[in-house]
């Protein structure tokens, strides 16, 4: 009886089999046969944990052949476990520049500087998502608009990201069709104001600070926003008829905008579906 082997899948087959595999574990199947390894160095996924900087050359080796070979990146996740430098930050850059380049769906970039990353804004018409954490967007607040175009980004997540009240607001305005945001801890956001997002459905805010936060989304379906007991944040809400779900902690509510009645609200409400 002949006996099965990894070779008798189809090529086709074992490009799914691989691309649904994180990077890691689709590495591991490359030694089963010439066809599992060009799988493997064409998945669309990459994901990279970065200590040293011997690390670095390794992704940059990857990076440049990806580039080189025009190969399709559904998925870009770095994170950096090293101190930033400028000559560091050009290189993610770079990186960067060819995931969108080469197509990528979805960004997700975790950095732990000493000094936080300057997370360039994509240009990008395929880009569904960018989570950001640890990452400066402050120096793009001075300059124009022009060049932030995701048209197509359905989550952004913000998470101990340095911006200021007008780069959010610019960064909203150039993706209209937002779905999921969710903004964690930011360095120098005072406000956040959510007012003509016509896709939104789910909201999660957290903050240590008391900030204003205003949202009039007749799309919205879920809102989560957690403040601090001693400094909370201020939640103006109206026009969500379609509210399914509703989870606060430790905020101030606007209950009344024409007595500007505000309730402290130090307990978590769901109201049942």
């Not at 430098?85 to 979805?106: H, T, Y």
């Not at 926003?225 to 509210?243: H, Q, R, S, V, Y």
Request: charged share 25%; glycine share 4%; proline share 4%.
């Amino acid at each position: 009886m002949e006996r099965a082997t990894a070779d008798i899948i189809p090529d086709c087959l074992i490009d799914k089999i691989v691309s649904y595999l994180s990077f890691d574990k689709a590495a591991q199947t490359s030694i089963l046969s010439k066809a599992w390894l060009l799988a493997w160095l064409i998945h669309p996924n990459l994901i990279f944990s970065i200590h040293y900087y011997k690390d670095m050359n390794i992704v940059n080796k990857i990076m440049e052949r990806y580039r080189d070979g025009k190969i399709p990146i559904d998925k870009f996740t770095f994170s950096i476990l090293m101190s930033g430098s400028r000559e560091v930050f050009l290189v993610i850059d770079k990186w960067l520049g060819i995931a969108v380049q080469n197509g990528v769906k979805d960004v997700v970039c975790t950095g732990f500087f000493r000094t936080l990353y300057p997370f360039p804004i994509l240009t990008s018409k395929s880009l569904r998502e960018l989570v950001l954490t640890d990452c400066d967007l402050m120096h793009l607040s001075s300059s124009s608009s022009h060049g932030v175009n995701c048209d197509s980004l359905e989550k952004l997540s913000l998470s101990g990201v340095r911006l200021d009240d007008n780069m959010l607001q610019t960064l909203l305005s150039s993706c209209p069709l937002i779905v999921n945001f969710v903004v964690e801890d930011c360095i120098g956001l005072e406000n956040i104001e959510l007012l003509r997002l016509q896709k939104i459905r789910s909201v999660s805010i957290r903050t240590k600070r008391n900030r204003y936060v205003k949202i009039h989304a007749p799309t919205l379906e879920h809102l989560f926003c957690f403040g601090a007991l001693k400094d909370p944040p201020t939640l103006d809400i109206a026009e969500c008829p379609n509210l399914k779900s509703l989870e606060l902690s430790r905020v101030k509510i606007y209950i009344m905008r024409s007595t500007g009645k505000i309730w402290n609200w130090t307990t978590e409400f769901v109201p049942p579906k």
